[in-house]
């Protein structure tokens, strides 16, 4: 395992559209594994790949009850809704309030190859949402409310 840099606000990466990934492989399993230690490394709750560079479908979330790890996540159901500041690795010193679902159910694949769905509310909904929004070029900066 290493600890990535991590792309801050500027660069064109952030911005760009992520891949789906093909196939659960060792470099998929390696990136799982950097990703962890660099998020726990910045005393994050969530990570994606284009955050250390790579434009994969693959985040990693822990708000405090455990590593959670997707690829290829997609938000497949939402209810409520929650305004709460929020903030980024990619754009340190900065927060914002945000206006997010209340709870979640997001659909993914494990780093085993395994299809799994999970629900979230609160912060986790929150991190679900933020992280999958990196996967699509978006920053939280963007949905900050004036």
């Known amino acids: 395992m290493a600890i990535?840099?991590?792309?801050?606000d500027g660069d064109p990466v952030l911005r760009?559209?992520?891949?789906?990934v093909e196939k659960v492989d060792q470099r998929v399993l390696t990136?799982?594994?950097d990703m962890k230690e660099t998020m726990?490394?910045?005393?994050g709750v969530g990570l994606a790949a284009p955050q250390?560079?790579?434009l994969k479908r693959i985040i990693i979330i822990d708000v405090g009850d455990g590593l959670i790890e997707l690829i290829?996540?997609?938000?497949?159901?939402?209810?409520?809704?929650q305004i709460e500041a929020e903030g980024c690795l990619s754009v340190p010193g900065v927060t914002g309030d945000v206006k997010r679902p209340k709870w979640v159910r997001v659909r993914g694949i494990d780093r085993y190859g395994n299809m799994i769905e999970m629900e979230g509310k609160d912060l986790l909904a929150r991190a679900?949402?933020?992280?999958i929004d990196h996967l699509d070029g978006i920053?939280?900066?963007?949905?900050?409310?004036?």
């Open 4 to 8: 990535r840099n991590i792309v801050r």
């Open 16 to 20: 760009k559209k992520s891949r789906t």
């Open 31 to 33: 990136l799982l594994d």
């Open 40 to 43: 726990y490394n910045a005393d």
């Open 52 to 54: 250390v560079g790579i």
């Open 72 to 81: 290829n996540p997609e938000i497949v159901e939402v209810k409520g809704e």
């Open 128 to 131: 679900f949402c933020h992280e």
């Open 139 to 146: 920053l939280f900066t963007d949905k900050v409310i004036k």
